[in-house]
């Protein structure tokens, strides 16, 4: 079985934005009946020789959409993308009362591919098959979706984002109207405030309350290979108005990942924050190494987007084998934009045992015991200073007795 080694390289932050691929699909008179503009980045995890790789393509312009299926009222449409030498990605469609949505997302590649992955192992056609995360749209709109979502499955990630999509097409027109996902609803520009000088200063959010601990876990076929229980709060400068924003995760984020013997990752998301952790081991213990987040903030009515990304960090340090423990608010300096507050932490990405945490290594904020030295040191200098106060004041009352008359 393939170790898995979880260096997820894209996700929302750190990848380069690439221009969207433009596909219309025809039917036998010519006319468009499937359309599509989207753009998508792979990061694939595969086997070298005695190490594992990872690779990183876009979805290139250069594609064949022949195997498209243009759909009616009795058969499904297919969105069918083939490129280079075996790959191939497809986006099977639904449609009823009125609406169409994506359904399945499959992905077929071909490690045999020298130029995307250079001294692969075992050379082989692959293929997988997962959730296309779209949402329904009414028939003869056009479903867009500017915001990342990434989608993981195995050795697999897919980032997709400014996403245009119409099934269906109706007299080969493409529609003007759009059904808009709800990631991007959630970030939408407000109206627009005209400013008085008295009113100039940005209106500063009331801050969130101690985030809810959140309980995530990931799983390698059915086995736990991670478990995390820890309320997260992201403490962000915005560089405009210098001032502090504080945003909870939500403790109901969708979570995923990868696990693996030397690497493993936790992403979540929320509408508005995607935020991943790397784990590494190294010298039998294993640390949080990375950090990336893709985050958006409202103020003032702008929606302002923020890129986080650290992979020299070196938190959480733990045993390999044991889990790590904070039940104390911690501050994890990222950048100096990103400062994450993390509140009961409960942590282990390497070696569950029975699908439950191992025997806890406990953070120092967390250890009381490292109080009795202070306190006993700080009784013994309040001591010393009095013993020497006192010596003070006895000699200077003993010089005042010997006094001439």
């Given amino acids: 079985m393939l170790h898995l080694a979880a260096l997820l390289l894209l996700l929302l932050t750190g990848f380069s934005l690439t221009e969207a691929v433009e596909i219309k699909v025809h039917d036998n008179n010519n006319k468009t009946c499937l359309y599509a503009n989207l753009s998508v980045n792979f990061?694939?995890?595969?086997?070298?020789?005695?190490?594992?790789?990872?690779?990183?393509?876009?979805?290139?312009?250069?594609?064949?959409?022949?195997?498209?299926?243009?759909?009616?009222?009795?058969?499904?449409?297919?969105l069918k993308m083939d490129f280079g030498p075996g790959h191939s990605l497809s986006l099977n469609f639904s449609h009823s009362a009125g609406l169409f949505r994506g359904d399945v997302l499959t992905f077929t590649y071909n490690t045999s591919d020298t130029n995307l992955f250079?001294?692969?192992?075992?050379?082989?056609?692959?293929?997988?098959?997962?959730?296309?995360?779209?949402?329904?749209?009414?028939?003869?709109?056009?479903?867009?979706?500017?915001?990342?979502k990434a989608i993981?499955?195995?050795?697999?990630?897919?980032?997709?984002?400014?996403?245009?999509?119409?099934?269906?097409?109706?007299?080969?027109?493409?529609?003007?109207?759009?059904?808009?996902?709800?990631?991007?609803?959630?970030?939408?520009?407000?109206?627009?405030?005209?400013?008085?000088?008295?009113?100039?200063?940005?209106?500063?959010?009331?801050?969130?309350p101690i985030p809810s601990v959140g309980n995530y876990t990931l799983k390698n076929g059915s086995e736990t290979c991670l478990l995390a229980n820890m309320g997260l709060q992201l403490n962000l400068t915005y560089m405009a108005d210098n001032q502090t924003r504080l945003i909870n995760i939500d403790s109901n984020s969708t979570a995923s990942g990868l696990c693996g013997d030397q690497n493993a990752t936790l992403m979540l998301e929320d509408m508005k924050t995607?935020?991943?952790?790397?784990?590494?081991?190294?010298?039998?213990?294993?640390?949080?190494?990375?950090?990336?987040?893709?985050?958006?903030?409202?103020?003032?009515?702008?929606?302002?987007?923020?890129?986080?990304?650290?992979?020299?960090?070196?938190?959480?340090?733990?045993?390999?084998?044991?889990?790590?423990m904070c039940h104390k608010e911690q501050r994890l300096r990222v950048t100096d934009q990103m400062v994450i507050n993390t509140f009961n932490v409960w942590i282990q990405p390497f070696e569950l045992k029975s699908g439950?945490?191992?025997?806890?290594?406990?953070?120092?904020?967390?250890?009381?015991?490292?109080?009795?030295?202070?306190?006993?040191g700080a009784a013994l200098a309040v001591l010393i200073m009095i013993v020497v106060i006192a010596y003070v004041i006895g000699r200077r009352k003993s010089y005042a007795g010997y006094q001439t008359l």
């Fill in 152 to 208: 993981a499955s195995k050795e697999v990630i897919m980032v997709v984002y400014d996403v245009g999509l119409q099934a269906l097409v109706e007299n080969g027109t493409i529609s003007k109207n759009e059904s808009i996902c709800k990631a991007d609803m959630s970030t939408t520009m407000g109206p627009l405030t005209t400013w008085t000088a008295s009113t100039m200063t940005p209106t500063k959010p009331p801050p969130p």
């Fill in 118 to 148: 250079p001294g692969a192992k075992n050379t082989s056609v692959k293929q997988v098959a997962v959730d296309s995360l779209m949402e329904a749209a009414p028939l003869n709109t056009v479903y867009t979706c500017r915001s990342a």
């Fill in 274 to 324: 995607t935020i991943l952790f790397h784990f590494i081991v190294e010298q039998s213990k294993f640390f949080l190494k990375e950090v990336k987040a893709n985050i958006s903030l409202v103020v003032n009515g702008s929606t302002f987007s923020f890129h986080i990304n650290n992979s020299s960090l070196k938190y959480w340090q733990t045993s390999i084998g044991s889990s790590y």
């Fill in 356 to 376: 439950t945490f191992a025997r806890a290594e406990e953070c120092s904020l967390d250890d009381d015991s490292i109080l009795i030295p202070i306190i006993v």
């Fill in 43 to 78: 990061t694939i995890v595969y086997e070298g020789n005695g190490t594992m790789k990872n690779t990183t393509f876009t979805l290139p312009n250069s594609l064949s959409s022949n195997g498209s299926v243009c759909g009616d009222n009795n058969s499904a449409p297919l």
